[in-house]
């Protein structure tokens, strides 16, 4: 799942070389609050007969944690899937195939955790039931077992990998110590070993109660009986007592670039990535922009070091933006007998250009254009715009998604040329230098 918000809008294209005339997809989202605190967004839509996405997101995730608890919000994912005092072991996934349901899932981020799946409109009740029973009545079955899963988990997708460790070795020291996002969402080994009943159940009487919760409904229903039926089971849900703890921490100012280089048996490849904003700030958008003039197979890392220089056989960047902070990050893999240096060099020439020449206004719309066209495609699956709706609300809020069209369009060359300028600067990089180990020569037999 992606772990940045995705902003959805549609352009009316008029030409590549045109300047688009902006239409807002505006999103018709009904919101109601229940008396215990919970939120609906409700997305009434026709266009996909007798279906309904439906899920509920706890604005929870490993921002929230704190050393000694990494990886928790990701622990109660695995744990409310072991049933409730009605429901047993295994069969939620059972109990929704058998009533047409598909796509049954949930992720955990570093801001939010969300669970989801895809059902018959005529199964909004029982949705509603089974869901307000996993949030009012979960067990946590099997926890130390599970305990040792999620451990395995991260053995396998982390530390198994020719690179894993690496990559969140680098990740922790480019947010550094002071940040909330100073850790894996999987959490860390020794924490994930040393999880106990009790201080887990405190975590969970903070984070997965009615007042920070969001149930999100999108497809074909009739919002008044939908109220009606979510009312009837999510009031049930006792609100907490705890308050909710201060906003994540945001990372100390960089002062100086920081390095890793890396030597093993994966390919040679680069990481670059610099220190920006969150969601929701201004030069978001122009971040977001700029990242499309590079990418893609027209843009110009690709036309520039790919096909170009022919130094790398993969080049992109990367604009994150999470709830407290944010990073721009140019990532690109060796090719042939081209070295790290050779791509870094590359990039600090491309972005060069970039700080010193405004991008042509014509490749400004066209990438404009192409980043419209990509976020409305979203739209078209429920549960898709059901996803968006839980990023947004979590980050920002979910108006955001309507808000966001005309910040995108107002974007401009001499934006993109003063955000280039104004975050690109070398105390504020970190370089991840990936080299392929030099293999000893066979003995002549």
């Excluded at 869901?131 to 040792?148: A, G, I, K, P, Q």
């Excluded at 009615?210 to 979510?230: C, E, S, T």
Aim: hydrophobic residues 40%; proline residues 6%.
């Amino acid at each position: 799942m992606q772990r940045s918000l995705s902003i959805l809008f549609v352009v009316l294209l008029l030409g590549c070389g045109a300047v688009p005339s902006a239409r807002a997809q505006q999103v018709a989202v009904e919101e109601f609050t229940l008396t215990n605190g919970m939120r609906f967004l409700l997305v009434p839509r026709r266009d996909q007969p007798n279906v309904i996405s439906a899920g509920w997101v706890a604005k929870v995730g490993s921002a929230n944690e704190s050393p000694g608890l990494t990886g928790l919000s990701h622990f109660f994912e695995h744990l409310m899937f072991k049933g409730t005092d009605t429901i047993g072991k295994g069969e939620f996934d059972q109990i929704y195939t058998q009533a047409g349901g598909s796509s049954l899932n949930a992720f955990t981020s570093e801001d939010l955790t969300c669970y989801f799946c895809t059902v018959p409109a005529n199964k909004l009740e029982l949705w509603a039931w089974l869901e307000s029973d996993r949030l009012r009545n979960s067990v946590f079955r099997e926890f130390y077992t599970e305990r040792d899963v999620v451990r395995e988990e991260r053995r396998l997708r982390t530390e198994s990998t020719p690179t894993g460790r690496l990559q969140e070795q680098f990740d922790t020291l480019f947010w550094g110590a002071s940040s909330c996002y100073a850790w894996p969402v999987i959490g860390w080994p020794s924490d994930i070993q040393s999880y106990t009943l009790a201080p887990a159940q405190a975590y969970w009487n903070i984070y997965y109660r009615p007042g920070n919760l969001v149930g999100i409904v999108v497809g074909d229903f009739d919002p008044a009986q939908a109220k009606r039926l979510l009312a009837a089971y999510f009031a049930r849900l006792v609100p907490g007592t705890p308050p909710l703890p201060p906003a994540g921490t945001h990372p100390m100012a960089q002062l100086a670039e920081q390095r890793l280089h890396a030597v093993g048996d994966f390919p040679s490849a680069l990481e670059i990535r610099y220190h920006t904003v969150p969601a929701g700030h201004a030069d978001s958008y122009a971040l977001d922009v700029l990242a499309e003039v590079l990418n893609e197979r027209t843009g110009r890392l690709y036309t520039g070091l790919v096909e170009g220089r022919k130094i790398a056989t993969r080049a992109r960047t990367t604009a994150e933006t999470r709830k407290f902070a944010g990073y721009f990050a140019f990532e690109a893999e060796t090719q042939g007998e081209a070295t790290p240096e050779m791509l870094e060099k590359a990039w600090y020439e491309e972005l060069a250009t970039l700080q010193q020449q405004a991008v042509p206004e014509r490749e400004l719309r066209k990438v404009q254009n192409r980043l419209a066209a990509g976020n409305y495609r979203r739209l078209e699956s429920n549960l898709s715009l059901l996803v968006q709706l839980a990023f947004a609300e979590a980050q920002l809020r979910w108006q955001e998604i309507n808000d966001s069209p005309k910040k995108y369009a107002a974007v401009t060359a001499g934006d993109l040329q003063r955000v280039a300028r104004l975050y690109f600067a070398p105390a504020q990089r970190n370089v991840a230098s990936y080299r392929r180990e030099a293999k000893p020569p066979a003995p002549t037999p």
